[in-house]
């Protein structure tokens, strides 16, 4: 994603940080990330689950969903 963002003139630059921990990494975007708009997160479904079972301080309310890219399908 972040080479397509540069070949399309999107972004000058691309950062990575990968933060694990389900529903931690949402924490630390959104607390690290306020006012910038050029912050972008993606997640997946496990994130979702960690923040339906963890009840963690920070929610989805707190960013804003721009675009669908993949489906998961999950098997229980």
Do not use: C, H
Not at 39 to 54: E, K, R, Y
Request: proline share 5%.
């Amino acid at each position: 994603m972040g080479k397509a963002l540069q070949e399309a003139g999107a972004a000058a630059t691309v950062t990575y940080d990968n933060r694990g921990g389900r529903a931690i990494g949402l924490a630390q975007f959104s607390n690290g990330s306020k006012g910038d708009p050029n912050a972008l997160m993606v997640m997946g479904a496990v994130m979702l689950g960690g923040i339906i079972t963890g009840k963690p301080p920070v929610d989805l309310s707190k960013v804003t969903p721009i675009a669908r890219l993949t489906s998961e399908y999950n098997r229980l």
